[in-house]
Nanobody, 123 residues
Framework: QVRLVESGGDSVQAGGSLKLSCTKSGRAFGECGMGWFRQFPGESREFVASAGDDGSTNYVDSTKGRFTISRDKDENTIYLQMNSLKVEDTATYVC?????????????????WGRGTQVTVYS
C-alpha cells in the first residue's frame, strides 16, 4: 500500500520562501518517481515539478527558476523549495507518485496522492 504524507505548507508574504516535504511509504508498480501538483479552488490539479528515480527533474514553466525539487531516495522523501513566492502560487500542494508519460518524461500521476498541504501567499 502506497502512502504519501506532505508537510511544510504555511502562509507567507509575497517574495518569501517555503520548503515542502513529502514522504512515501510503499511502492507502486511501474512508478518512476514522485512529484508535486497544485490545486486552485474550483480547478483541477496542475503539474508543478517531479523528481525521477533516475535523477531527472521536470518543472512547469511558471515555476522554473523559483522552485527546486529534490529527493532523498534513502528516506523516500521529496522536497519542494519555493522561492520568490507570488500571490498566484496560493494553492493546495499535493504530492503524488508519478509514471512515465507518452513522451517518456516522469510526470504522469495516477491514483497515488497525498492529502495536500496549503500554501497561502499574501501581498
Amino acid at each position: 500500500q502506497v502512502r504519501l504524507v506532505e508537510s511544510g505548507g504555511d502562509s507567507v508574504q509575497a517574495g518569501g520562501s517555503l520548503k515542502l516535504s513529502c514522504t512515501k511509504s510503499g511502492r507502486a508498480f511501474g512508478e518512476c518517481g514522485m512529484g508535486w501538483f497544485r490545486q486552485f479552488p474550483g480547478e483541477s490539479r496542475e503539474f508543478v515539478a517531479s523528481a525521477g528515480d533516475d535523477g531527472s527533474t521536470n518543472y512547469v514553466d511558471s515555476t522554473k527558476g523559483r522552485f527546486t525539487i529534490s529527493r532523498d531516495k534513502d528516506e523516500n522523501t521529496i522536497y519542494l523549495q519555493m522561492n520568490s513566492l507570488k500571490v498566484e502560487d496560493t494553492a493546495t500542494y499535493v504530492c503524488a507518485v508519478v509514471f512515465r508519460s507518452y513522451d517518456g518524461t516522469c510526470v504522469r500521476p495516477d491514483v497515488y496522492w497525498g492529502r495536500g498541504t496549503q500554501v497561502t501567499v499574501y501581498s
